[in-house]
């Protein structure tokens, strides 16, 4: 006899419940969305189409009590997020042997998405909001509710439909093709301003599904933990700072939500002075509470915190130090008191710069949130003339001996709209819209411009992930030593041009375990390569199949990788044929991964540095020891890389043509259009230039 049913699993099978909930008062104990301003985004039908749009999820019978209700949110939040159908089951990852399914691969799916939602996860948990502000794993509660019902229902023969957020539908399909496909915010380009967000977004018909937020593959800062890392000690070699490590060097920065808290971490594992400024009490808190950040490091004094910077420096500590404070008073205090700063960058959401991703200077936090909320107009002029001043700042240290980044998250943009002095002289005129197809126009490169790019996309290497959907320790620790062996083994017979890259990343799954605590899903990441991502993955499958690993493993990766982002100044800033305007690389890997064995695919508009400015294109892969699973992952993940090794080598960058010419050799198969190099003064002289 079949085990009974337990109250989460009938939950989750009931979908929009039978009977209409009692109403839920707003839990103070978790971070909330801020309000989104709706005078002036929606005009009075607009609103009423909202609420129609809303209503439709439910029965006729409970219109009425809904309605009112459902406005009021409109109203007071600027969003309908129907809180009264938020769940009352704990919200995180289970095992996957807990999830209703007729297919395993669904409940994977399921496993994940509420990982994305889990309170010690999530940025603003009960908004459906993961991380960056407004990433959105779905727009509203019943949306959750549908989507988790059709994945407990679906077989291996269905394909759930997700359109920014909403469950279109189960169809027929195969047991090749994915089991979900996701979109979001995919709009018709004359439509994709942000003003269009906040329009299209309050009427429930699209969402900002940031880069893995809406398509369920974020694993916590632990992701983005890695990426900093590697980031960081790759901006000490290239000045000269340091070679495995960047002691004594001070890293000035700021942002502690769930993307740039990791900037703490980072800073002790490189063994860098870090300095993070942070607006944000709660966002403090949180990374305390995370582990991220002693409460003894956090600072509201200039006085106190600049005597202690020296001291670290001088003890060669690597040490996270917080100012609770504006990042402009700490920028502009350096200047006028002479410190040497090695290293700087931003890590706040400017992105969002609308919604509070950015706090004037003069304000605290919650006096800048109440100012948004009453005189917009006034808030955006001081966030435009506190983005001048922080430039202006940066610009002296700079001269001083500052290398200063831009780390995508739309900074230089934001703050050549507002007026400031970023630009490269000559080029102050393509703030008012015009574009440079060859270079861009910031006197300050984007973070993958100069770093990542050269360093680590056009070589293949990039955030490869995964997830143990059994939820235990001991699988992830035996995953941790199955990557290393074979990094091992890499490193070996490696060229030598990425024995650097396996180096860093060996000792970063060796140190993973104490370095990173476990937050949310039993994840990790490392930077990869194809064959690095291939030869792993087929290890996982094999410790399935033989049972050193006791259940399956779901893959994936940032979208923030090789192929998966066309964003020009950010993912493809190195991009230098005038295509990283295009967005045909992210379109074609995520249909490439659909037919080539994808679990889920998704296609996103907007993320990291914004609605309208990227499109980029994910996966998630669940192996469960079978051949099938083999065949799957070679197809899919040389495809996912190669891809974009591929476009960048037709855009000549040097180390991809190299690295693409390498990969032709060992796989006769592949076949890549290469170019002939023109000379540019051959060029010029025929232009008459």
């Known amino acids: 006899m079949a085990n009974p049913l337990t109250k989460f699993q009938?939950?989750?099978?009931?979908?929009?419940?039978?009977?209409?909930?009692?109403?839920?008062?707003?839990?103070?104990?978790?971070?909330?969305?801020?309000?989104?301003?709706?005078?002036?985004?929606?005009?009075p039908d607009e609103k009423v189409l909202a609420l129609q749009n809303a209503l439709r999820y439910f029965p006729v019978k409970w219109h009425e009590t809904l309605a009112p209700e459902f406005a009021d949110e409109l109203e007071?939040?600027?969003?309908?997020?129907?809180?009264?159908?938020?769940?009352?089951?704990?919200?995180?990852?289970?095992?996957?042997?807990?999830?209703?399914?007729?297919?395993?691969?669904?409940?994977?799916?399921?496993?994940?998405?509420?990982?994305?939602?889990?309170?010690?996860?999530?940025?603003?948990?009960?908004?459906?909001?993961?991380?960056?502000?407004?990433?959105?794993?779905?727009?509203?509660?019943?949306?959750?509710?549908?989507?988790?019902?059709?994945?407990a229902e679906m077989t291996d023969v269905q394909t759930l439909v997700m359109y920014s957020g909403h469950p279109l539908g189960l169809f027929p399909s195969h047991?090749?093709?994915?089991?979900?496909?996701?979109?979001?915010?995919?709009?018709?380009?004359?439509?994709?301003?942000?003003?269009?967000?906040?329009?299209?977004?309050?009427?429930?018909?699209?969402?900002?599904?940031?880069?893995?937020?809406?398509?369920?593959?974020?694993?916590?800062?632990?992701?983005?933990?890695?990426?900093?890392?590697?980031?960081?000690?790759n901006?000490?070699?290239?000045?000269?700072?340091?070679?495995?490590?960047?002691?004594?060097?001070?890293?000035?920065?700021?942002?502690?939500?769930?993307?740039?808290?990791?900037?703490?971490?980072?800073?002790?594992?490189?063994?860098?002075?870090?300095?993070?400024?942070?607006?944000?009490?709660?966002?403090?808190?949180?990374?305390?509470?995370?582990?991220?950040?002693?409460?003894?490091n956090v600072y509201t004094n200039l006085d106190e915190l600049i005597p202690r910077i020296e001291a670290c420096r001088k003890a060669q500590e690597g040490i996270a130090l917080v100012y609770q404070g504006n990042i402009v008073d700490l920028w502009e205090r350096f200047v006028r008191d002479g410190v040497k700063i090695e290293l700087g960058s931003d890590q706040t959401s400017c992105h969002n710069i609308h919604d509070l991703g950015y706090t004037p200077q003069g304000f605290t936090f919650e006096a800048a949130k109440a100012l948004l909320n009453t005189d917009k107009p006034k808030f955006m002029e001081a966030v435009a003339e506190t983005l001048r001043r922080h430039v202006a700042a940066i610009n002296t240290m700079s001269e001083r001996g500052t290398y200063f980044w831009d780390y995508g998250n739309a900074f230089l943009k934001e703050a050549g709209d507002a007026g400031a002095d970023v630009f490269k002289p000559g080029t102050e005129k393509l703030a008012l819209g015009e574009v440079s197809v060859r270079t861009s126009p910031y006197r300050y490169p984007s973070y993958v411009e100069d770093?990542?790019?050269?360093?680590?996309?056009?070589?293949?290497?990039?955030?490869?992930?995964?997830?143990?959907?059994?939820?235990?320790?001991?699988?992830?620790?035996?995953?941790?030593?199955?990557?290393?062996?074979?990094?091992?083994?890499?490193?070996?017979?490696?060229?030598?041009?990425?024995?650097?890259?396996?180096?860093?990343?060996?000792?970063?799954?060796k140190n993973a375990k104490k370095n990173i605590p476990r937050v949310g899903s039993a994840s990790r990441i490392l930077y990869a390569d194809a064959e690095g991502r291939m030869r792993i993955a087929k290890a996982f499958n094999d410790a399935i199949a033989n049972g050193t690993l006791s259940g399956p493993v779901v893959l994936g990766r940032d979208h923030h990788d090789v192929s998966g982002t066309d964003s020009p100044y950010r993912e493809t800033a190195n991009i230098y044929d005038g295509s990283r305007f295009t967005a045909d690389m992210a379109v074609q890997n995520a249909i490439g991964d659909a037919f080539r064995g994808a679990t889920w695919v998704s296609l996103h508009n907007g993320g990291g540095v914004g609605w309208g400015e990227v499109v980029n294109g994910g996966f998630g892969m669940v192996i469960d020891g079978s051949p099938e699973s083999d065949r799957r992952l070679h197809q899919m993940l040389f495809w996912d890389v190669n891809n974009g090794i591929a476009r960048r080598a037709w855009a000549r960058n040097p180390h991809a043509l190299d690295t693409i010419q390498r990969t032709m050799k060992a796989f006769p198969d592949l076949q890549v259009t290469l170019p002939f190099i023109a000379n540019e003064d051959l060029a010029k002289k025929a232009l008459k230039i």
């Open 451 to 509: 770093i990542m790019g050269p360093m680590c996309f056009d070589y293949g290497f990039g955030p490869f992930r995964w997830v143990c959907c059994s939820g235990k320790k001991s699988d992830l620790d035996q995953t941790d030593k199955i990557a290393a062996d074979v990094l091992k083994a890499m490193l070996k017979e490696a060229h030598k041009s990425i024995k650097g890259q396996l180096r860093d990343n060996l000792l970063w799954i």
């Open 76 to 151: 007071q939040f600027g969003r309908i997020y129907m809180y009264r159908f938020r769940p009352d089951y704990p919200m995180r990852a289970r095992a996957i042997e807990e999830y209703p399914c007729q297919s395993k691969q669904a409940a994977a799916i399921m496993l994940m998405i509420q990982n994305n939602l889990d309170p010690k996860v999530a940025k603003h948990p009960h908004e459906l909001i993961t991380y960056g502000g407004n990433g959105a794993v779905f727009q509203n509660w019943a949306q959750y509710r549908l989507t988790m019902r059709y994945l």
């Open 175 to 233: 047991a090749d093709a994915p089991r979900v496909v996701v979109t979001n915010g995919m709009m018709i380009p004359n439509y994709s301003k942000k003003e269009d967000w906040n329009k299209y977004n309050a009427l429930g018909v699209t969402q900002y599904g940031q880069m893995t937020a809406g398509s369920y593959m974020y694993i916590g800062p632990q992701g983005i933990v890695h990426g900093t890392t590697i980031t960081l000690l």
């Open 10 to 43: 009938r939950q989750i099978l009931e979908g929009i419940p039978k009977r209409l909930p009692n109403p839920q008062t707003r839990d103070t104990a978790v971070s909330h969305a801020p309000r989104r301003v709706i005078e002036g985004v929606l005009k």
């Open 235 to 296: 901006a000490g070699r290239i000045h000269g700072l340091g070679k495995d490590d960047l002691r004594g060097v001070v890293y000035v920065t700021s942002g502690l939500g769930g993307m740039s808290g990791a900037q703490a971490g980072a800073a002790v594992i490189t063994r860098c002075v870090g300095v993070i400024a942070e607006t944000d009490a709660e966002s403090i808190a949180q990374r305390v509470a995370d582990g991220y950040v002693l409460n003894e």
